[in-house]
């Protein structure tokens, strides 16, 4: 079962910051936040991960509250090109089997002119 | 940033008739490889895990003898849909465990159409 909820879609304008929440109540001390993007009839694509600090990459910012129950995924400027279906996923990347990627429903980002 | 190939991206078969699909790490060793299957509008669900030189870990629900799965190497692992139905029509989904990270990295996907 997936470890995460998200809202199941977003809207956003061209140029504008898309925030997109997520919570993880139940996350290990060992697990780590990962995101991923799907483009329709493509393989999901890495955006950005991290433990308990805020992270950030030339993708997005990655916001993880201090609980570490929930966190947002930042794209600064929204553009056409990242409407997608974005995954929030908990995970502990190492340890065989159990480092596996159990995909939610994820959240279906539309970016708008 | 690392590399997963898959191959075909895409197949269109006879219903009975067997289709592999291979899954490469291209610039990295993988320990483990992970096989997920996606309908359309739905998310993808993990369906084996596979790791070099062993047998793989079938989810609950995968049928072992339709979905084999071959991990034979660091850089390949193969997935044979064997006697295909319409029903196993799919886009089929493979992602590469890096040995030195333990980062996940996902192929481009194969979808398999089955007449």
């Known amino acids: 079962d997936a470890k995460t909820t998200q809202p199941t879609s977003m809207d956003c304008a061209e140029g504008r910051a898309a925030n997109l929440p997520c919570n993880h109540s139940t996350i290990s001390g060992n697990e780590y936040v990962y995101w991923y993007r799907q483009i329709h009839s493509q393989g999901p694509q890495y955006i950005i991960h991290?433990?308990?600090n805020n992270e950030t990459n030339e993708m997005a910012s990655l916001i993880i509250t201090e609980d570490r129950k929930s966190s947002t995924l930042i794209l600064p400027h929204a553009t056409l090109r990242d409407t997608a279906v974005y995954y929030c996923?908990?995970?502990?990347?190492?340890?065989?089997?159990?480092?596996?990627?159990?995909f939610g429903t994820g959240t279906r980002l539309q970016v708008t002119l | 940033g690392a590399v997963v190939s898959q191959h075909p991206s895409w197949v269109i078969c006879k219903s009975g008739t067997s289709v592999k699909i291979e899954c490469r790490s291209l610039d990295f060793q993988a320990t483990t490889m992970f096989w997920y299957r996606q309908f359309p509008k739905q998310s993808l669900m993990l369906m084996a895990t596979s790791n070099e030189g062993s047998k793989a870990t079938y989810e609950q629900g995968v049928e072992k003898d339709k979905f084999l799965i071959n991990h034979a190497s660091l850089t390949l692992s193969t997935l044979t849909v064997t006697s295909a139905h319409p029903e196993d029509s799919s886009f089929y989904i493979c992602?590469?465990?890096?040995?030195?990270?333990?980062?996940?990295?996902f192929g481009e996907g194969s979808r398999l159409t089955v007449l």
């Open positions: 991290g433990l308990k």
């Open positions: 992602s590469a465990q890096g040995a030195d990270t333990g980062e996940l990295f």
């Open positions: 996923i908990v995970r502990s990347p190492h340890g065989g089997t159990a480092s596996k990627l159990t």
